[in-house]
């Protein structure tokens, strides 16, 4: 057959008169057997999967987050901001901070000083105290975040988290 009449052929099985590939499926009992063997592998390595990656995840959160970080945003202005942290893996030792303005990153401080509790107190308080100030006042409305800083994993990572609730401010 030269190549002229086999592009014109649109039969795919050999000897057949219709067009189509036919391909008998024997319906013997060991077919069966075997398709339903395989059904339940499947099913099995997609419920190990699910663990698989479920453990994964836990552990990820549990390594990433342990015990973290204690804190608030007390104040924010178009002048500056200012709050605590406590870090409940090391109290009393220095944390760095972030602030965020409207979802961007707007300053990063450390928190070393120890911060006066409710009733001016700042003997045996494992808080400290951060401040924020701005170079040129922030007009308009705002919303301000802060995050302290946990470098994980000697370094290669750094996680956040937030402090307390974010605070919405205006200046005019």
């Given at each position: 057959m030269n190549d002229a009449a086999a592009r014109e052929q649109?039969?795919?099985e050999a000897g057949a008169f219709e067009p189509g590939l036919r391909v008998p499926f024997s319906a013997d009992e060991k077919a069966v057997a075997r398709r339903a063997r395989l059904l339940k592998l499947v099913a099995a390595k997609l419920a190990l999967d699910l663990l698989f990656v479920c453990g994964l995840a836990v552990y990820t959160h549990a390594v990433?987050?342990?015990n973290g970080f204690a804190g608030e945003l007390?104040?924010?202005?178009g002048l500056g901001a200012r709050g605590w942290v406590e870090d409940l893996e090391q109290p009393g030792a220095s944390v760095e901070v972030q602030l965020f303005l409207d979802g961007r990153f707007a300053a990063?401080?450390?928190a070393n000083e120890p911060a006066p509790d409710a009733r001016?107190?700042?003997q045996h308080n494992d808080r400290r105290a951060f401040v924020f100030q701005f170079v040129q006042p922030r007009y308009g409305v705002h919303e301000a975040r802060v995050y302290a800083v946990r470098a994980v994993g000697g370094g290669a990572r750094r996680t956040l988290q937030q402090l307390g609730d974010p605070r919405r401010f205006e200046w005019k």
């Open positions: 649109t039969d795919t990433t987050y342990r007390e104040q924010a202005d990063a401080a450390l001016g107190d700042s």
